[in-house]
């Protein structure tokens, strides 16, 4: 019995020396400070997670701008693992509140066979009793599917998880030092260990201590990338062929701290870099740079894509840090060699004229048009001084002057210069690679640079018309997002396929095909980065498309004498730039109205006016008057409301149509076009003269507006007379002859419209038929349906794919069909379209259309998915006028009117 009893005292005793014992090794148990101390010295990136609960936000509701993109799969995939975490924790409270504990969480990613990462997850325990928790958890939910076996590592045990039939999904874990740590990779685990015991830091990276001091701990996540391992990682998307300017990159800088924050319409990512001032970095090239505001992206084309914009305030010393960092990286090693020798060739020192036109602003743009090779879609354009400074330049590097081009509505005047080299890649490396930039234009004071003489033009023509990005409403968008002052900034539309292709492996372009719809939802994607307290600061983002919305409000009301005969035009002040109101009532007073609302003057005159309201510069003094038709004279008005010197002009046959306005060659030498009653049209100068040689053709007695198109070089001015369809010339002899003759309704324009590289004429006659007139004078037809004799017809993208459809707005009905005559848009209208109806087109993915019930005195607007804007309808009986905006916050005014009181509406 004392025997039974001494044993069982003693194994008390062990127990009791055994618990004792774990707990005061528990208690002295050694556990790092920081989870960053832990972290292998290759890691290529860190994330460090400072809000979980955000993280399992997105994993459960991501954006909603951002649904499909967040169903990608190489984004889904991590975080359907995460959701399944999060599932199989919640019936677990204690291992739920540890894995959203704040600060506590990093993940690290580390390079391992060939151009592949594997990642290591790290979670900040107070004790081992919550490890205990994890590990019961995990036992718990492989047993059914998997082993859980064991390997000891120094003075750890490591737990490797297998799934049956599942090897991807294999991997280990382990408790130590106070860490839960876990990675697919066990041997990751094994440096984890040693790392712990290590005097040597991740932090003592160059640059990083630095960079950790910057993180903004009040963001979700902060991201951590070493550019060493850039290169590497890239090659899993970008062709290898470009191997070479990724190792530039990986030059940019040691390392990139970014704060990362997600919201309903962007992920943003923005912070500092790291380099020392021994090692030549190439950011370090901008080093003796100041940064500033950017204006040239906003006057790129609207069918940018992509661009790659650079502010450089000295170019001197831009170009020794250039040639210093190629000289040390062997990335461009002859550039000055090529200077040197453009010199010996052709006896100019490129860089020092260079510098006597160059103000500081350079882009590349990419601006896609189907059918044409990626180097024809390049472009390069640097701002001058000055024309007189970007001429002079040009000249000294060109060989000849191509061609001088008249003004045709789709081109511009302009000399189109042949070059002797590429003059941009001589001036700033290799960046300016992807065409041979042997063309130049020169508009106002920019150099625009090309392959093709034909895409030139076109691009350089919508530079000059102000067609820019600037006014695109997706693109203001992104303002809000934007830094301020930057040396680089780079931008990219998913729309930018070809350019896609170029870069990138074959089975990443598979990718994207693949991931096609998801990634329509992104807008763009944006870097930039400048210098802040001698830092380089970083700012990218992911823009989501917004989802469609609208919120309309009224700005002002202003009562006139009567009610107004035709819509309100906007025209501009020459004086400062803003838009103000022209518009006449029933009792023919004409108001010039400020943007605010005010009368700025209002006057009498004897008769209605006919024609459309046309800004002109009589002068070419840069003042511009507003000139007209009524039945009787052309009158001419300054901004002040008085007549211009030598106008009225009385009329010898009296109008039975609105007066043309053309300025063919953009030299403000201006024609006026006028049906008369005698059955002329006639033909003055501006000064009111007849032109000689005009053949005043003889013309039917209801003409409809007359427009002006140019195709190839030749001009085509077009109208419907009730009689026959006119195709003129400059000099007024028929260009086209029609081989059959079908009226115009009487709510349809007639439209070019370039398909498929066939230039053609578009109406819709009475019955709604749709009549193609070829240049050769056949005409064709696509029937649709029957249509009311007052239907309205016109041409619009209304599915956002670069081509226009047919649109008809009838009775309560909104259609559109394509080239082919299939229907592509199909809208039931709360009101009868009882007026012209309007299509405002805000960028390539939005629109809003706009019609007037007159028997409801109603006005609707409605977003390009048909939902009614908040607001709408409004009260009114005319159509619109709208102004878009460059405001992000208002996108555009509407002018209309509710008998004799004119409102303006802003659409937020």
Same mark, same amino acid.
């Given at each position: 019995?004392?025997?039974? *009893? ?168 382990? @408790? ?35 960079? *950790? ?44 701290? *970014? ?34 505001? *950017? ?31 190629? /000289? ?172 896609? /292709? ?136 300054? /901004? ?122 578009? @109406? ?58 299939? /229907? ?70 509407? @002018? ?13």
């Amino acid at each position: 019995m004392l025997r039974k *009893l001494l044993i069982f005292f003693t194994i008390l005793l062990i127990a009791f020396l055994s618990y004792f014992s774990y707990k005061l090794l528990r208690e002295n148990e050694v556990v790092v400070s920081s989870l960053l101390d832990a972290i292998p010295v290759d890691a290529s990136f860190i994330l460090e997670i400072n809000r979980p609960q955000v993280l399992f936000e997105i994993i459960n509701a991501p954006p909603i701008d951002a649904e499909s993109f967040f169903n990608i799969p190489f984004i889904r995939d991590p975080l359907l693992r995460l959701k399944t975490i999060d599932s199989v924790t919640s019936e677990v409270k204690e291992v739920r509140s540890i894995l959203r504990r704040p600060r506590s969480a990093m993940i690290s990613g580390h390079p391992v066979r060939k151009d592949q990462l594997e990642y290591v997850y790290y979670l900040k325990l107070d004790n081992a009793e919550e490890y205990e928790a994890i590990d019961r958890l995990i036992r718990k939910d492989v047993q059914p599917k998997g082993n859980i076996s064991g390997h000891n590592y120094e003075d750890a045990r490591i737990r490797d998880v297998s799934i049956f039939n599942r090897q991807s999904e294999a991997f280990s874990y382990v @408790y130590y030092r106070g860490m839960f740590i876990m990675s697919h990779s066990s041997i990751l685990l094994e440096e984890v260990i040693r790392q712990t015991k290590s005097t040597v830091s991740i932090r003592t990276k160059a640059g990083l201590e630095t960079l *950790l001091k910057t993180a903004g701990k009040s963001s979700p996540f902060n991201i951590y990338i070493n550019f060493e391992y850039f290169p590497t990682l890239a090659l899993n998307i970008i062709h290898s062929r470009f191997k070479p300017e990724l190792n530039a990159m990986a030059k940019f800088a040691h390392w990139i701290e *970014l704060d990362c924050n997600v919201n309903d319409n962007a992920i943003v990512f923005t912070g500092f870099s790291a380099s020392d001032d021994t090692n030549g970095f190439l950011s370090d090239i901008f080093k003796d740079q100041e940064p500033f505001h *950017l204006l040239l992206p906003g006057l790129l084309p609207a069918s940018t894509k992509s661009f790659f914009a650079l502010g450089i305030s000295d170019y001197n010393k831009f170009r020794l840090n250039f040639t210093d960092y190629q /000289r040390k990286y062997h990335t461009n090693p002859d550039f000055n060699t090529n200077l040197e020798n453009y010199r010996k060739q052709t006896g100019t020192d490129l860089a020092a004229e260079f510098i006597k036109a160059f103000d500081n602003e350079l882009s590349f743009a990419f601006s896609p048009s189907p059918g044409d090779t990626l180097s024809n879609n390049v472009f390069t354009i640097i701002r001058a001084k000055g024309t007189d400074e970007a001429r002079t330049f040009i000249e000294l590097c060109s060989d000849t002057v191509t061609s001088q081009e008249r003004n045709t509505g789709t081109e511009i005047k302009s000399r189109i210069y042949a070059l002797k080299s590429n003059i941009p890649r001589l001036l700033f490396g290799n960046i300016f690679n992807l065409n041979n930039n042997l063309l130049c234009v020169i508009s106002d004071n920019y150099m625009i640079f090309g392959d093709s003489l034909s895409r030139l033009k076109a691009f350089a023509a919508e530079f000059k018309q102000q067609k820019n990005l600037g006014m695109d409403f997706n693109y203001r968008n992104l303002s809000s997002l934007l830094t301020e002052d930057a040396y680089c900034y780079f931008y990219l539309s998913p729309d930018a396929q070809q350019l896609y /292709r170029h870069y990138i492996r074959y089975t990443s372009e598979q990718m994207l095909n693949q991931y096609k719809y998801g990634l329509s939802q992104v807008q763009a994607i944006v870097f930039q980065f400048g210098q802040n307290n001698k830092l380089l600061y970083n700012n990218a983002f992911i823009r989501f498309k917004p989802k469609p919305q609208g919120d309309v409000a009224k700005v002002w009301e202003l009562e006139l004498e009567s009610a107004p005969v035709a819509p309100a035009k906007l025209v501009r002040n020459h004086l400062s730039g803003q838009s103000e109101i022209f518009i006449q009532d029933k009792r023919n007073n004409i108001y010039l109205i400020s943007s605010d609302g005010e009368i700025i003057w209002k006057r009498k005159i004897n008769n209605r006016i006919m024609s459309d309201i046309h800004q002109v510069d009589l002068f070419t003094n840069k003042k511009l008057q507003y000139v007209f038709n009524t039945p009787e004279s052309i009158m001419a008005i300054d /901004r002040t409301g008085q007549d211009v010197e030598g106008f009225p002009i009385k009329l010898k046959s009296r109008a039975t149509g609105g007066m043309a306005c053309f300025d063919y060659d953009s030299n403000r030498n201006y024609r006026f076009l006028i049906p008369c009653q005698d059955n002329v049209l006639l033909a003055l100068d501006k000064k009111g003269q007849e032109l000689d040689g005009w053949k005043k053709p003889i013309i039917g007695p209801n003409p409809t507006a007359i427009t002006h198109f140019t195709y190839n070089n030749k001009d085509y001015i077009t109208f419907y007379d009730g009689v026959q369809l006119h195709f003129l010339d400059r000099r007024g002899k028929e260009r086209i002859v029609p081989d059959k003759i079908i009226g115009v309704g009487p709510n349809s324009g007639i439209f070019a419209n370039n398909h498929k590289n066939a230039f053609q004429f578009v @109406y819709s006659d009475s019955a709604g038929t749709i009549r193609i007139v070829s240049l050769n004078g056949m005409v064709s037809q696509i029937k649709t349906g029957i249509y009311p004799l007052h239907h309205y017809f016109f041409l619009g993208d209304v599915d956002f794919n670069k081509a226009k459809e047919y649109i008809f707005f009838y009775n309560k009905k909104f259609e559109a069909y394509t080239t082919t005559g299939a /229907r592509v848009l199909n809208l039931n209208l709360d009101g009868e379209v009882t007026s012209a109806p309007t299509l405002i087109s805000l960028s390539d993915s939005t629109f809003i259309y706009t019609y007037t019930d007159t028997t409801k005195n109603k006005i609707f607007l409605h977003n390009h998915q048909g939902v009614a804007l908040e607001g709408s309808p409004l009260e009114g009986n005319t159509s619109i006028s709208y102004e878009i905006l460059e405001s992000p916050d208002h996108l555009l005014n509407l @002018y209309f009117a509710q008998n004799n009181i004119l409102f303006c509406y802003s659409v937020k």
